[in-house]
Nanobody
Framework: DVQLQASGGGLVQTGGSLRLSCAAS????????FGWFRQVPGKGREGVSF????????SYTNAAKGRFTISVDNAKNTVYLQMNSLKPEDTAVYFCAAAKQLPILASDYWGQGTLVTVSS
């Protein structure tokens, strides 16, 4: 079975850092691209960052650029999102997702969310 297990969320103060992890299993990790999304209750899910390590591609939305870093560890089948200089507006449930190619669609693989709360 395909699984994407996100972890690392929590409560942090403004300006703090968190590293989210997404452990993948059930598919050939190296063949996939990955993304992190977030969702605030009552709002739609928005993309945060994407990576296709096989072609050396990464991208970030404007909200994440300069503060967040996406990376993969192929040996551990894990995707990371390092989040620095966190702001209250970063508060959301964060999801990881995987697809054979970008863009990631609703029909691709999705994990459960991990809650990030940034206090002011």
């Amino acid at each position: 079975d395909v699984q994407l297990q996100a972890s690392g969320g929590g409560l942090v103060q403004t300006g703090g850092s968190l590293r989210l992890s997404c452990a993948a299993s059930g598919f050939t990790f190296d063949d996939y691209s990955f993304g992190w999304f977030r969702q605030v209750p009552g709002k739609g899910r928005e993309g945060v960052s994407f990576i296709s390590s096989s072609v050396g591609f990464t991208s970030y939305t404007n909200a994440a650029k300069g503060r967040f870093t996406i990376s993969v560890d192929n040996a551990k089948n894990t995707v990371y999102l390092q989040m620095n200089s966190l702001k209250p507006e970063d508060t959301a449930v964060y999801f990881c997702a995987a697809a054979k190619q970008l863009p990631i669609l609703a029909s691709d693989y999705w994990g459960q969310g991990t809650l990030v709360t940034v206090s002011s």
